[in-house]
């Protein structure tokens, strides 16, 4: 036998696969920025504004009033240095000796001198405010975020665009940041310019018109900037979070050794660099159009501000204006503006940083629709029977059903075993008897309470739950057994279930026992093996002494000894609960009550472990199969 070596048939070998393109469609696809249009910015920012202030105004009330103290009297600072300036220009270019000129104009001088030192003292006050406040939103609105996500009914997860629009939300959260700074620079920029266009008009009525034909350039180039860059996020925004995902997977120490194992580290490299590639193109792609609108806004603008101080030159020469108002005129030009300009500017950034946030608020509108609205009737403490009447579930999108028709009784003290192939049902039907998911037809009653009428928080704490793809938290160990609902100031009970699953030498060697916190890559702590976290996993519902367990393939990475000790102290908890089991290894089921067979989301076969395993139908033929590896 001849064995070849990879490189050697390189040349025959298939190039890498690029990373898949991805693309979202449908309702939650469009881009809401590509039909915005100038006026469509203007008719939202009230609105903006107004959602920005209670916002703020809900998380830090002394921070508003302080924030809007500093931008009016900004403002009246502005409007006073140049009604001053006017008065102590007359007097500069006017008649008579230099010193009787600078005498006259010096409490103009004084006045325009303590407004300017209001005005920084404001301004510094306004960014302390701003200090304030900030983070404070961004925090509210991160926690609303995570909260919404957390309690929306477990099937949102399945629905169509459901992770887009979280996505979406997590760049709004990013921007509320942004938000606060463009609101309090449009508001500083509105009141320096509603300052200065009163002082401007005042000189000469036509002045006014002229500066706002020189700044409205300026703006429509923010918005066909501002559609340009949320086009291209929306563009990018499959792609990002893939990398994201895969940066994680990629990077994770968990999985460093089947990466290097597999000779998965240039392909995955590869991989990042090629869908990195593909985000930077079309980014740079849109950099071209970006500079054709700024050139091409620009050099309009600078045609009517062009135009602009040529009528100021003519008003001057033609003797319209006095030579000092015409000196007045030109500061007066520069800061309004500098105003319109501002004013224009950040609230194309208001109004392009209020779609991230519309995506927020959507999404969170959305996850409160979608939290459990089930009923309010509670469940006892003590469950003694739960039945299942002819209960079907169909996954969103998904053209078979997981569950189909099943009716199910099982009582307090029993063990019931769930078996089948993959895809059988077995863990959908688990979550509908927990009331993770609600039946589409049907009914699940907890003695004789429907959980569809039940305050889903009621039935969860009397429930247990060890999934198969378990959470291993970045927590201390007591909580990751507790899972932060202690049930005593003391340790003893944890330190009871340690025992009882096998785990208290391996605790004892941890640096600070269960203090120590599991996290070992991210926050210095220390990590178990996966047989240990199963162990521990294994330990929560031994904590929690709920009516209901469910354990979804408990003993799927511990050795023999592990799971013995383990399937002892279901059977040895078991008389004061309903436990269910849902397992691939058959020869637990031993311990079982009763087995119940699933089949295409169907119950096929029912019976004790004996009967099954000689009714010669699927259950044996697993059994069987099992026997011959």
């Known amino acids: 036998m001849t064995v ?10 298939p190039p890498p696969p690029p990373p898949a393109t991805l693309s979202f469609e449908g309702h939650y696809g469009r881009n809401p920025l590509a039909d915005a249009s100038f006026g469509a910015m203007c008719r939202r920012l009230p609105s903006v504004l107004g959602h920005t202030a209670r916002m703020a105004w809900s998380v830090d009330r002394a921070g508003v009033v302080l924030l809007l103290a500093c931008q009016l009297f900004t403002g009246i600072a502005a409007a006073l240095v140049l ?6 220009m007359t007097h500069i270019l006017g008649t008579g000796t230099v010193s009787e000129r600078l005498h006259a104009a010096l409490p103009a001088l004084i006045v325009v001198t303590a407004a300017a030192g209001i005005g920084r003292i404001s301004s510094a006050l306004s960014s302390y405010a701003d200090g304030r406040i900030t983070p404070l939103l961004i925090t509210e609105a991160d926690i609303a975020l995570v909260e919404a996500v957390c309690r929306v009914e477990s099937s949102a997860y399945t629905e169509d665009g459901f992770a887009d629009r979280q996505e979406a939300a997590e760049v709004g959260v990013t921007r509320t940041r942004m938000m606060v700074q463009d609101a309090q620079r449009f508001m500083s920029a509105l009141i320096r310019m509603i300052a200065a266009s009163s002082v401007i008009t005042a000189l000469h009525p036509l002045m006014l018109p002229l500066l706002l034909l020189a700044v409205l350039p300026a703006g429509a180039g923010a918005v066909l900037s501002a559609r340009v860059d949320y086009e291209t996020h929306y563009l990018n925004v499959g792609d990002r979070n ?33 869908l990195s590639d593909r985000i930077d193109q079309r980014t740079l792609t ?16 600078g045609i009517f501000l062009l135009g602009t101080w040529a009528t100021l030159a003519w008003l001057a020469t033609s ?35 209020s779609l991230y946030l519309a995506d927020m608020r959507a999404f969170l509108d959305t996850a409160t629709e979608r939290a459990p609205k089930r009923g309010e009737l509670s469940i006892p403490e003590r469950v003694d029977e739960i039945r299942l009447d002819e209960v079907v579930y169909q996954y969103p999108g998904k053209d078979e059903r997981a569950v189909d028709h099943v009716s199910l009784t099982l009582r307090r003290g029993e063990i019931l075993a769930i078996v089948g192939e993959n895809g059988s049902g077995k863990s959908t039907l688990a979550k509908l008897i927990t009331g993770i998911l609600l039946a589409d037809k049907g009914r699940v009653l907890w003695d004789g309470t429907d959980l569809a009428k039940a305050d889903p928080d009621a039935v969860w704490k009397r429930t247990s739950l060890v999934p198969q793809n378990f959470a291993c938290w970045p927590l201390r160990t007591r909580e990751n057994i507790t899972l932060g609902q202690p049930r005593t100031f003391d340790d003893a009970p944890v330190w009871d279930v340690i025992d009882a699953v096998g785990m208290r030498e391996a605790i004892e060697k941890l640096p600070k026992q269960l203090d120590t916190l599991l996290a070992r890559e991210l926050w210095g702590g220390a990590e178990l093996s996966g047989g240990q976290w199963q162990r521990l996993v294994a330990s929560r519902p031994l904590y929690r002494k709920t009516p209901l367990v469910v354990l979804d393939e408990p003993t799927s990475q511990m050795d023999a000894r592990g799971e ?17 089991v849902v397992t691939h290894r058959l020869e637990n089921t031993r311990l079982a009550d009763r ?20 009714a010669g139908g699927l259950f044996a033929e697993l059994v069987a199969l099992a026997k011959d590896r």
Request: aromatic fraction near 10%; avoid cysteine; proline fraction near 1%.
């Open 4 to 13: 070849t070596d990879a490189s050697t048939t390189q040349g025959k070998t």
């Open 83 to 88: 009604a001053f300036t006017a008065q102590a």
């Open 242 to 274: 893939v990398r994201s995902m895969m940066r994680w997977w990629a990077t994770y120490s968990r999985y460093g050794d089947e990466v290097r194992a597999n000779g998965m580290t240039g392909y995955l490299i590869y991989w990042y660099r090629a």
């Open 286 to 301: 849109a950099a071209p159009r970006m500079l054709r609108i700024v050139l091409a806004t620009s050099a309009l603008g």
């Open 319 to 353: 003797g319209q204006v006095a030579l000092p108002v015409a000196a007045t005129a030109v500061v007066a030009v520069q800061t309004t503006l500098a105003a319109l300009s501002q004013f224009v500017i950040h609230g194309a950034a208001m109004f392009h940083t």
């Open 564 to 580: 013995h000790s383990i399937f002892l102290e279901i059977k040895r908890e078991a008389a004061e609960r309903m436990t269910i």
């Open 595 to 614: 087995i119940l067979v699933m089949d295409k989301g169907r119950v096929i076969e029912h019976g004790t472990y004996e009967d099954l395993v000689n």
